[in-house]
């Protein structure tokens, strides 16, 4: 029988049978084949760990080890080596057996010469075959990879951007959403959220405030305290913002939607839009709303300076579980030293008695 192996081909013939071994490998080279031989499993071992083979063709059973074992931990601990068994029993079970664990072949001896050669021509056709299977399965996983990553980097871009055009209107808030979108994924990590599901909260909390860009300059940019009306026209940007992203098949933009839509609820059910309370406001919101906060405080507006990191912390603390879940809260504080952009120092510190966050009249202050 003619074949034509490939350079990488390597056969290891183990047989604790010294006669059995040369003449398997005369065959198998008299047909074009490379090999090497083994007395023994242990030897086997020794040889697959020093170089790559092809093809196992083992005897079932020799003094030192078990074939249908070393087969086992061959097809095991070397992907893309195939097995071909040899045995003189005649067992169906240990056929069985064999043909189980993965061999791709079964030899009985006494063996023809063009017997050995169908076998093991058959079982390197076969790898060859599931070995170019497995190539294309990776190049398309990579391509997918690639272009999930190129989407997701697309994505960002198009969020990041929009979200910058709503901010250009507020320009004191510089690069507010950039601060919460990081300080929020750092947040939900500190809760033990998974790297996908804080990576999603980052790029979803960038469009929190985008219901922004449907309320009028006069309000918006308005120096001192808003009037009742202003700040009822204030608040609706968490339902335009819901509007704009909401009815999407996109999960990301869904969790955006909720995000604009109840990052100004409060923990005591006094927030708006809807006066949700505790847990029945999503986690996501809960987080957001802590990190907005803090982030608002610790930046000069045109109706106030920034508070200093320690007296932002301050303020808010003296909310913890009124305005903010108490578990968030506190796993922001701690990780608050923590995350590099955090403005220490800030020109002008605030203490603990100035008033709590949401309960003056400017709605518009953070």
Not at 122 to 131: F, G, K, M, T
Not at 137 to 149: F, G, I
Not at 319 to 337: C, K, N, S, Y
């Amino acid at each position: 029988m003619s074949v034509s192996p490939g350079p990488e081909e390597q056969i290891l013939i183990v047989d604790d049978d010294r006669a059995v071994r040369l003449v398997l490998a005369e065959l198998l080279r008299a047909a074009g084949y490379s090999c090497t031989t083994a007395g023994g499993s242990l030897e086997a071992h020794r040889l697959l760990d020093e170089r790559p083979f092809a093809l196992l063709l083992s005897d079932v059973n020799m003094p030192d080890g078990s074939g249908l074992e070393l087969a086992r931990h061959v097809l095991e601990a070397h992907i893309g080596v195939a097995a071909v068994m040899v045995t003189g029993v005649d067992d169906p079970d240990i056929a069985t057996a064999a043909l189980e664990l993965g061999a791709y072949g079964y030899l009985l001896k006494p063996f023809g010469s063009l017997q050995v050669e169908i076998q093991v021509a058959n079982a390197l056709r076969r790898r060859r075959l599931e070995l170019e299977s497995r190539r294309r399965r990776q190049d398309l996983e990579r391509r997918v990879d690639e272009q999930t990553s190129l989407l997701r980097h697309s994505n960002e871009e198009t969020i990041r951007r929009f979200s910058f055009a709503i901010e250009m209107r507020n320009r004191e808030t510089g690069d507010h959403v950039t601060r919460v979108g990081e300080r929020c994924a750092r947040l939900a990590e500190a809760l033990g959220w998974s790297r996908d599901r804080c990576e999603a909260l980052r790029l979803a909390s960038l469009l929190h405030d985008v219901g922004k860009i449907a309320i009028p300059d006069r309000i918006l940019l308005k120096p001192g305290p808003l009037s009742l009306d202003e700040r009822h026209e204030m608040q609706t940007h968490t339902t335009i913002g819901h509007s704009i992203l909401s009815d999407s098949s996109s999960p990301l933009l869904a969790l955006a939607a909720e995000i604009a839509l109840h990052h100004h609820e409060r923990f005591d059910g006094l927030g708006y839009p809807h006066g949700l309370c505790g847990r029945d406001i999503p986690m996501d919101a809960r987080i957001v709303s802590v990190v907005d906060v803090f982030d608002a405080l610790t930046t000069d507006r045109a109706y106030r300076d920034a508070y200093s990191p320690e007296g932002a912390a301050a303020v808010m603390r003296a909310d913890r579980g009124r305005q903010f879940d108490a578990e968030v809260l506190d796993a922001f504080l701690e990780i608050l030293a923590a995350l590099p952009d955090v403005r220490h120092g800030a020109a002008h510190s605030r203490d603990a008695v100035a008033p709590a966050v949401g309960r003056g009249t400017s709605a518009h202050a953070v």
